[in-house]
């Protein structure tokens, strides 16, 4: 029994073609504030608590930038490994303390531990060649109520396997098969990466988008002929799972 229930953020977005868009590149234009993410601290805390946050892999900080503006009392820090994005976020918001350097090279972290009240990695881990190393490096610099808000790419998603059933991966710039990501998550994959790393997740959510109607009906028909399992079945609508995780007690 999970300690969990999973919730779906959005519904009705569209199909999922557009995440199969293979000549794309990310503008400025394109990043907005992660409301997905951003939900999970509303919850837990007002704009005027004090709080400590870092977003890894922040982009251009549109994240970082809308916390800067609505949280007066938080302290804000970054780590980019592109430099044009940490410069643009250093200039855009000088009140961030942003880093630019690679996240995976961990022994120059010169955070105090037990610092922050949440750590971000939002759509970052699966571009990393050792997440699991990556999340255990990162729970000592947690507060003990501290929470590790993520997203993750789901390649269940019927699209992913429909073309997987047409011979290919489709290899994009924007999409679940993106030509940057080192790592494939589906759900169970992803219950076991924070276990493992020491970490127990609370909150689940999914971003979906609909099925068509004529794949709908194929994964209807292999699931119940057991062709594919049922948690597979559940999610072939999540493009992207949003997890809010803290440190195993």
Same mark, same amino acid.
């Given at each position: 029994m999970l300690g969990f229930e999973i919730k779906i953020l959005e519904? $009705?977005?569209?199909?999922?073609?557009?995440?199969?868009?293979?000549d794309w590149d990310y503008k400025l234009k394109d990043f907005q504030p992660r409301a997905d993410i951003i939900q999970f601290i509303e919850v837990e805390h007002k704009f005027d608590d004090e709080m400590t946050i870092l977003e890894i892999g922040c982009g251009y900080g549109k994240t970082l930038e809308f916390l800067n503006q609505r949280c007066p009392n938080t302290h804000l820090h970054a780590i980019e490994i592109d430099k044009t994005m940490s410069e %643009?976020?250093?200039? !855009? /918001?000088?009140?961030? /303390?942003?880093i630019n350097r690679d996240i995976e090279e961990a022994e120059w972290l010169s955070y105090k531990e037990? !610092? &922050? $009240? %949440?750590?971000?990695l939002a759509d970052v881990l699966e571009h990393m060649a050792q997440p699991w190393t990556v999340l255990r490096n990162l729970k000592k610099y947690l507060k003990d109520d501290g929470k590790i808000l993520a997203s993750i790419p789901n390649v269940g998603n019927y699209m992913v396997l429909t073309n997987m059933f047409k011979g %290919? &991966?489709?290899?994009?710039?924007? $999409?679940?098969i993106n030509k940057g990501h080192l790592r494939f998550f589906m759900y169970e994959d992803i219950l076991q990466l924070f276990t493992a790393c020491? %970490?127990?997740i609370v909150e689940m959510l999914k971003n979906v988008s609909p099925i068509l109607p004529q794949f709908e009906k194929m994964f209807k028909?292999? &699931?119940? $002929?057991?062709?594919i399992a049922q948690n597979v079945y559940d999610f072939l609508d999540c493009y992207q799972f949003v997890i809010k995780a803290g440190k195993t007690k």
């Amino acid at each position: 029994m999970l300690g969990f229930e999973i919730k779906i953020l959005e519904k $009705d977005t569209g199909d999922c073609r557009w995440m199969f868009e293979s000549d794309w590149d990310y503008k400025l234009k394109d990043f907005q504030p992660r409301a997905d993410i951003i939900q999970f601290i509303e919850v837990e805390h007002k704009f005027d608590d004090e709080m400590t946050i870092l977003e890894i892999g922040c982009g251009y900080g549109k994240t970082l930038e809308f916390l800067n503006q609505r949280c007066p009392n938080t302290h804000l820090h970054a780590i980019e490994i592109d430099k044009t994005m940490s410069e %643009y976020l250093e200039e !855009s /918001c000088p009140d961030i /303390c942003v880093i630019n350097r690679d996240i995976e090279e961990a022994e120059w972290l010169s955070y105090k531990e037990n !610092s &922050f $009240d %949440y750590i971000i990695l939002a759509d970052v881990l699966e571009h990393m060649a050792q997440p699991w190393t990556v999340l255990r490096n990162l729970k000592k610099y947690l507060k003990d109520d501290g929470k590790i808000l993520a997203s993750i790419p789901n390649v269940g998603n019927y699209m992913v396997l429909t073309n997987m059933f047409k011979g %290919y &991966f489709a290899y994009g710039s924007k $999409d679940i098969i993106n030509k940057g990501h080192l790592r494939f998550f589906m759900y169970e994959d992803i219950l076991q990466l924070f276990t493992a790393c020491g %970490y127990e997740i609370v909150e689940m959510l999914k971003n979906v988008s609909p099925i068509l109607p004529q794949f709908e009906k194929m994964f209807k028909k292999m &699931f119940e $002929d057991k062709m594919i399992a049922q948690n597979v079945y559940d999610f072939l609508d999540c493009y992207q799972f949003v997890i809010k995780a803290g440190k195993t007690k």
